[in-house]
């Protein structure tokens, strides 16, 4: 799956990513199409809320240009009324994800909030070359969270190969994760 090979140099093809030049260290780092793909919704910048996250982390960054990282991802849990304390291990467990599933608005309250916090996370890697260790377990969180069946089964339907290429996805954002 071409998506999925080690080597790929978005600086190759493009310029810009959504008007941004990206660091150096994030081409090296994210060396995978996937993660460049904007039109992929199955991929980390390939739907709105992903792009609009992006966009408001560039903002933050102007607005707050000496402030640490962690300050954006209490400021995205604040406007869902959710504090850093909140957003923990409970968050990944099956019955957490059943209780959201079945009680409330699924994309609104887990999708959206996924995708803002990754899109956040890898916009710093982005940016700046580098994700803070301070936010790294907040973005895994949201990873490994996207990578439950229910999840999946939820966003995907019965779609097999979707879901299988989205957990592919996922696994390497971990990989780069790590490597960030």
């Given at each position: 799956?071409?998506?999925?090979?080690?080597?790929?140099?978005?600086l190759e093809n493009n310029?810009?990513?959504?008007?941004?030049?990206?660091?150096?260290?994030?081409?090296?780092?994210?060396?995978?199409?996937?993660?460049?793909?904007?039109?992929?919704?199955?991929?980390?910048?390939?739907?709105?809320?992903?792009?609009?996250?992006?966009?408001?982390?560039?903002?933050?960054?102007?607005?707050?240009?000496?402030?640490?990282?962690?300050?954006?991802?209490?400021?995205?849990?604040?406007?869902?009324?959710?504090?850093?304390?909140?957003?923990?291990?409970?968050?990944?467990?099956?019955?957490?994800?059943?209780?959201?599933?079945?009680?409330?608005?699924?994309?609104?309250?887990?999708?959206?909030?996924?995708?803002?916090?990754?899109?956040?996370?890898?916009?710093?890697?982005?940016?700046?070359?580098?994700?803070?260790?301070?936010v790294k377990n907040i973005?895994q969180l949201s990873i490994?969270?996207?990578?439950?069946?229910?999840?999946?089964?939820?966003?995907?339907?019965?779609?097999?190969?979707?879901?299988?290429?989205?957990?592919?996805?996922?696994?390497?954002?971990?990989?780069?994760?790590?490597?960030?």
């Amino acid at each position: 799956m071409e998506q999925l090979e080690k080597g790929y140099n978005y600086l190759e093809n493009n310029n810009y990513f959504f008007g941004e030049i990206p660091d150096k260290r994030a081409i090296q780092v994210a060396d995978y199409k996937f993660f460049w793909d904007t039109s992929d919704e199955l991929s980390p910048f390939g739907c709105e809320e992903a792009y609009i996250a992006f966009c408001e982390l560039c903002n933050w960054l102007i607005d707050n240009p000496n402030a640490p990282i962690i300050e954006c991802f209490e400021w995205i849990l604040e406007s869902w009324d959710l504090e850093l304390d909140d957003f923990n291990d409970d968050i990944i467990e099956s019955d957490s994800i059943l209780r959201i599933i079945q009680d409330m608005d699924f994309y609104e309250e887990l999708m959206s909030l996924d995708y803002t916090i990754i899109s956040t996370g890898f916009g710093q890697l982005i940016l700046q070359g580098k994700i803070d260790m301070d936010v790294k377990n907040i973005i895994q969180l949201s990873i490994l969270r996207q990578m439950n069946s229910n999840v999946l089964d939820n966003f995907l339907g019965n779609n097999i190969e979707w879901k299988y290429v989205r957990y592919l996805y996922l696994q390497k954002l971990l990989e780069i994760l790590e490597e960030a």
